[in-house]
């Protein structure tokens, strides 16, 4: 059975916040900034990277020749992570250090749910 | 790696996309546009009423009047979130039936990754 066919064999029976029970006003007004904030390429990168990263946090210098758009472009794109509450950041000396939020992250997981190999596997 | 190798890898080890390794720039380009059309509480709610529908679809009739917003604009919602994938419509007689597409939905899942204590549970 290919991924595909897997995927849409336990789609049939996935249940998860968002596929579920319809969302609340509430629910969507506090989980659609984050996805408006991942709702970028190079903020995903970003965040993909920050969060992979090994020992949980990246110097902003690393990040800033990671990419092919410009330092100021990258301050804005960490900057709306952070607004959003999906990285966090403390300046130690010359350079700010960033890590994922893992509660937001956990957050965004939860409402959408696992992929449903995920709970086809854990039922 | 393609996101649907990682998918195949991770069915193994439920390492999340987004948290394990950095994403690529084409595995970015390409979930970008799911978060975009999630980045709105209205759609956020019209994708979960629609996917959490009894019988799997739902009336366009019925959407408009569970909505505090005009008709022209659930319109509008609802053609963003068939652009990215999420959802599809057919046609019969006057009204457009809509549906939750879950193989797009499971691909968003599988980038986010299971919640920790699904991870946790597999790891």
Redesign the interface.
């Known amino acids: 059975m290919s ?2 066919d897997r ?2 064999a ?3 029976t ?1 249940c ?8 609340s ?1 509430d629910e ?2 506090e ?3 984050l ?2 904030a ?8 970003l ?3 920050i ?2 990263h090994e020992g949980g946090e990246v110097c902003v210098c690393d990040l800033t020749v990671a990419f092919d758009v410009t330092p100021p472009t990258i301050s804005h794109h960490l900057k709306v992570l952070r607004q959003a509450g999906l990285i966090e950041g403390d300046r130690r000396g010359t350079w700010v250090y960033y890590r ?1 939020n ?1 509660e937001v ?2 957050k ?3 409402v ?7 709970q086809a ?2 039922a």
């Open positions: 991924i595909q995927l849409a336990g789609a049939a996935w998860a916040p968002l596929t579920c029970k319809p969302l006003e969507a007004a989980i659609a900034p996805f408006k991942l709702a970028d390429p190079v903020r995903l990168r965040l993909s990277l969060a992979s994922a893992p992250l956990a965004l997981a939860a959408i749910g696992p992929a449903p190999a995920v596997g854990t």
